[in-house]
């Protein structure tokens, strides 16, 4: 199926010049952008020509959310829509049918080329054997994995902008899509999605070094969202406590996980700002073990064109202090 790897972006492309002609003569475009992290992203482009809005906030669960009024007439009056994929924003394709049919959508897991991994195959005995479980997620660029969103056990995990290569690559379809939809802009985007692409790749430098020293201990994550940090730098495999958002973990995984805590070889949990703090608890149990924070979603951070870089040096600085131990 190598040939769908071309089609959204073209397709979307398509549309953007049909639309292009069609928009109202006020001249601004109606962005609108499911998540802050992506937000972040399209914000950064789009500095100076206009500000995208946000669809959901902090209180909502990408994976099963209602919108406000508010949020509704966000879609109604969108052109362009930015979101992940069904397997993230699990409402997301009804609502843009039912109210923003007219808008272009852009889908970035549609882009075959993300660096994308598999979600855990759910079986508690695999904790132990990190890495193998996952098909050793190397890039997929051989397009097998189309059948994304169906098919237990080969789920494309949703959490591609944690991967600095992709928010690359997500920013210039950002700036590729923007410029087709509104090409009397198409210089500020260009410009501000290079000076995006040298931020990414100055924190990539960076990030590199923070945790070239690190110790490669075991650790534990609330959900399974940061395999695309965990995979960039090298980490070992988090162990999970939830393997999906939906399904809280049983009695028998969580006391697995407590196990392993109370054996002494875990040297870190990270919750998340959202995250059940009661199963952390349970798998810490009485031990001493280090606890911090990761966030996939800049909970608490202000949007806009930073919060992606925020977000994620906040992830690696509780990553690189909680393995190494200086707290
Ligand atoms: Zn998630």
Same mark, same amino acid.
């Given at each position: 199926?190598?040939?769908?790897?071309?089609?959204?972006?073209?397709?979307?492309?398509?549309?953007?010049?049909?639309?292009?002609?069609?928009?109202?003569?006020?001249?601004?475009?109606?962005?609108?952008?499911?998540?802050?992290?992506? !937000?972040?992203?399209?914000?950064?482009?789009?500095?100076?020509?206009?500000?995208? !809005?946000?669809?959901?906030?902090?209180?909502?669960?990408?994976?099963?959310?209602?919108?406000?009024?508010?949020?509704?007439?966000?879609?109604?009056?969108?052109?362009?829509?930015?979101?992940?994929?069904?397997?993230?924003?699990?409402?997301?394709?009804?609502?843009? /049918?039912?109210?923003?049919?007219?808008?272009?959508?852009?889908?970035?897991?549609?882009?075959?080329?993300?660096?994308?991994?598999?979600?855990?195959?759910?079986?508690?005995?695999?904790?132990?054997?990190?890495?193998?479980?996952?098909?050793?997620?190397?890039?997929? !660029?051989?397009?097998?994995?189309?059948?994304?969103?169906?098919?237990?056990?080969?789920?494309?995990?949703?959490?591609?902008?944690?991967?600095?290569?992709?928010?690359?690559?997500?920013?210039?379809?950002?700036?590729?899509?923007?410029?087709?939809?509104?090409?009397?802009?198409?210089?500020?985007?260009?410009?501000?999605?290079?000076?995006?692409?040298?931020?990414?790749?100055?924190? !990539?430098?960076?990030?590199?070094?923070?945790?070239?020293?690190?110790?490669?201990?075991?650790?534990?994550?609330?959900?399974? /969202?940061?395999?695309?940090?965990?995979?960039?730098?090298?980490?070992?495999?988090?162990?999970?406590?939830?393997?999906?958002?939906?399904?809280?973990?049983?009695?028998?995984?969580?006391?697995?996980?407590?196990?392993?805590?109370?054996?002494?070889?875990?040297?870190?949990?990270?919750?998340?700002?959202?995250?059940?703090?009661?199963?952390?608890?349970?798998?810490?149990?009485?031990?001493?073990?280090?606890? /911090?924070?990761?966030?996939?979603?800049?909970?608490?951070?202000?949007?806009?064109?930073?919060?992606?870089?925020?977000?994620?040096?906040?992830?690696?600085?509780?990553?690189?202090?909680?393995?190494?131990?200086?707290?």
């Amino acid at each position: 199926m190598i040939h769908k790897r071309f089609i959204p972006l073209c397709a979307a492309l398509l549309m953007a010049l049909t639309a292009a002609s069609a928009r109202a003569s006020d001249g601004r475009l109606d962005v609108v952008v499911s998540i802050k992290p992506i !937000h972040a992203l399209v914000a950064g482009v789009m500095q100076g020509v206009g500000t995208p !809005h946000l669809l959901l906030n902090d209180q909502q669960s990408p994976h099963h959310f209602a919108l406000k009024p508010s949020q509704a007439r966000l879609l109604q009056q969108a052109e362009l829509v930015f979101w992940v994929d069904p397997s993230l924003e699990t409402p997301m394709p009804g609502l843009l /049918a039912s109210l923003a049919p007219h808008a272009i959508d852009i889908r970035f897991m549609a882009d075959q080329d993300l660096v994308r991994y598999q979600n855990k195959i759910s079986d508690d005995s695999d904790d132990d054997h990190e890495g193998h479980d996952d098909h050793e997620g190397h890039e997929d !660029h051989d397009g097998h994995e189309d059948h994304e969103g169906h098919g237990r056990g080969h789920m494309v995990n949703p959490h591609i902008w944690l991967d600095l290569e992709n928010a690359r690559r997500m920013v210039w379809s950002i700036a590729a899509t923007l410029s087709a939809v509104d090409p009397q802009h198409a210089g500020a985007y260009a410009s501000n999605a290079a000076k995006l692409d040298k931020r990414l790749v100055d924190l !990539h430098e960076v990030a590199k070094r923070q945790f070239a020293s690190i110790q490669r201990n075991k650790f534990i994550v609330q959900h399974d /969202a940061f395999i695309y940090i965990e995979r960039q730098f090298k980490l070992p495999r988090g162990l999970v406590i939830a393997r999906d958002h939906d399904t809280p973990p049983g009695t028998a995984h969580l006391q697995h996980l407590r196990d392993l805590v109370a054996a002494g070889v875990v040297s870190c949990i990270f919750d998340e700002p959202q995250g059940a703090g009661h199963q952390i608890d349970i798998v810490a149990g009485t031990s001493f073990v280090r606890r /911090a924070t990761l966030d996939a979603v800049g909970v608490g951070l202000p949007a806009g064109p930073d919060l992606y870089f925020d977000m994620m040096r906040a992830n690696y600085a509780a990553f690189a202090d909680c393995l190494a131990g200086t707290h």
